[in-house]
């Protein structure tokens, strides 16, 4: 299997994540998020040690920064600002919904993070193939969140659907960006 391939089946073992969450098949079911992350994970690696440089830009240092950054906001959304426990590990009762920092922007900022870690990685990298693989998972996350969206949340996080009302799906403007500043690190559950 390709390790683009090997990414895009992650993002359905990430589905099928939250497909146990809803149904509540078996417990070690929830390890699903942890297999799925590192299938993710697996399949970077084996595309950045496998690939020469295709091409070089002058800008990678800023690259780099870019990349690192959205890494950094990728985990922060999704490992702190998240009640851990409840969302990746005890998963049979309804959890709260987080709207106050980076959830304050957007329903799903992890999908900003991926996008900019995995993009810019590419680009300072010189790595043609991490940067179709950036843009088909990124695409597969989209699919992902949106799914999580009209299926999942709104049936396994209280309060999902006024959330749903007042905060973007993924595309944000000033309104949302005040919102989060004022609240960020502040997260409630």
């Avoid at 683009?4 to 939250?18: E, K, R």
């Avoid at 709260?96 to 300072?124: D, K, N």
Wanted: glycine share 6%.
């Amino acid at each position: 299997m390709s390790p683009i391939l090997l990414g895009v089946f992650a993002f359905f073992i990430l589905t099928m994540f939250d497909f146990n969450k809803l149904k509540m098949l078996h417990p070690l079911l929830n390890g699903l998020f942890a297999v799925g992350v590192i299938t993710l994970i697996v399949a970077t690696a084996l595309i950045v040690t496998d690939k020469k440089p295709l091409f070089t830009f002058n800008a990678q240092p800023l690259f780099w920064i870019i990349s690192i950054l959205g890494l950094i906001e990728m985990i922060y959304a999704l490992f702190f600002a998240l009640p851990f426990e409840k969302t990746y590990v005890k998963t049979k009762e309804a959890s709260q919904i987080v709207t106050s920092g980076l959830y304050a922007l957007c329903r799903h900022p992890g999908v900003w993070g991926f996008f900019l870690a995995t993009l810019f990685g590419a680009l300072a990298l010189g790595n043609g193939t991490l940067l179709v693989a950036a843009l088909v998972w990124t695409l597969m996350d989209i699919l992902h969140v949106y799914i999580q969206d009209k299926v999942f949340f709104v049936k396994t996080l209280q309060g999902y659907t006024r959330y749903k009302e007042t905060t973007p799906f993924l595309f944000f403007g000033t309104k949302e960006l005040k919102r989060t500043f004022s609240t960020l690190g502040k997260e409630k559950t």
